[in-house]
């Protein structure tokens, strides 16, 4: 069994020291006429946001409130595994594991930790409470990637559970996630049925198998489709880069902290359901603890090259056409990249639970952490084990 390490995070002065240095040195490019957020990430946003970040943003205080957090690493293969682990407050708490995306990180637990591991403390029943991981992807934040090719989804829910079974010793468990977090767990829920109960996804990866014996797709399935493809051609330039080219895009990113600011607070706006003000759901501080975790760790890099291990091997990924057998959640927040109709969904899984939101977007941890919370509680209750 792989050794558990406590783990803290404390930066040293002297890159907090190079990060001020460095935003205050930082050249925006000039501003054009009728230059809205319809072009990225405007120069007067980001001139607002470096300046706070420089001034005003205090990391020390940010990295409290990380620490706040019960934090380990451990190895599995050849892999450091950062991850929190809180244990529930609760007669019979049930592991679940919580998988994070891009431009994400293990931050956005934060908000949904303490309902879930200590319901009653939060307005809920004891009966629902659960024991938290919630690790860090591999080349993400504080789990270092390990250098060599093939990392990629599947190999990444291979690694997840054996953290959960070997080494946190979970013979079963549940696995919540959106963004690569969901498509990691929907590979779990598709190769580890022998330990995972459920997967509860707030967004879909999974494509449905579709042939001649197929129902014919509803008009809602043909406008999901047709909107997904629009929104590729419109946004999903980001995914292009980071999947063919993410060496050349990490070299100025890596070097610039305004110019990785700039690339992942565009996400956040354009993601999330703020109606255009992106500090409508989530301030500055949480957005620049977020990116700070980018920056002080040098793990842009890493990070996008997750997209090209999956162009690589495509064959790891759950858009393959595929049944996921394993039962399903599925909590539909309006704003989501791909936010398919119940149809679609019962098409590639086990649908046990489909929930539509008014509001809500890409990072419901972060924007809508009630409603999650209660989704998870929910889907997760019948597949508890029975009590002795």
């Not at 930082?26 to 001034?55: D, F, I, K, N």
């Amino acid at each position: 069994m792989a050794h558990v390490r406590r783990f803290r995070v404390e930066v040293p002065q002297e890159q907090l020291d190079d990060l001020r240095e460095r935003l205050a040195r930082t050249r925006l490019a000039p501003a054009l006429s009728g230059q809205e957020w319809t072009h990225g990430t405007p120069p007067g946003y980001l001139a607002e946001l470096v300046e706070y970040w420089r001034t005003r943003f205090d990391w020390r205080a940010a990295e409290a409130k990380l620490n706040e957090l019960p934090q380990f690493q451990a190895e599995v293969d050849d892999c450091t595994l950062h991850f929190v682990h809180a244990k529930g407050t609760g007669p019979r708490p049930f592991p679940l594991l919580f998988t994070h995306g891009w431009p994400g990180s293990f931050w956005e637990v934060h908000k949904i930790i303490g309902p879930l591991t200590d319901p009653a403390a939060h307005g809920g029943d004891p009966a629902d409470a659960f024991d938290v991981v919630a690790p860090s992807l591999p080349g993400y934040g504080f789990s270092p990637h390990p250098g060599r090719p093939g990392i990629g989804p599947k190999q990444i829910a291979d690694l997840f559970d054996r953290l959960m079974t070997e080494v946190l010793g979970y013979p079963r468990y549940g696995a919540q996630g959106g963004d690569w977090g969901a498509v990691v767990t929907t590979c779990l829920g598709r190769d580890h049925v022998d330990t995972v109960a459920g997967i509860h996804l707030n967004m879909i990866a999974a494509n449905p198998v579709l042939d001649e014996d197929s129902a014919p797709l509803s008009e809602a399935e043909r406008e999901y489709n047709e909107g997904r493809a629009a929104w590729r051609a419109a946004e999903g330039a980001y995914g292009q880069i980071q999947g063919t080219k993410p060496a050349t895009l990490a070299a100025g990113l890596a070097d610039s902290p305004a110019g990785l600011a700039a690339w992942i607070v565009e996400k956040f706006r354009t993601w999330s359901d703020c109606d255009g003000d992106v500090e409508s759901v989530h301030s500055k501080d949480e957005l620049l603890t977020n990116i700070s975790l980018y920056w002080l760790t040098n793990t842009i890099a890493s990070s996008v090259r997750l997209y090209y291990e999956s162009r690589q091997n495509p064959s790891s990924l759950p858009v393959q056409p595929c049944y996921i057998d394993t039962p399903t959640g599925y909590a539909r927040f309006p704003k989501e990249i791909y936010a398919p109709p119940e149809q679609w969904v019962r098409r590639a899984h086990n649908l046990v639970r489909f929930t539509e939101f008014e509001r809500g977007g890409h990072f419901a941890a972060l924007e809508r952490p009630a409603e999650l919370v209660h989704e998870i509680r929910e889907f997760f209750r019948p597949l508890r084990p029975a009590a002795d």
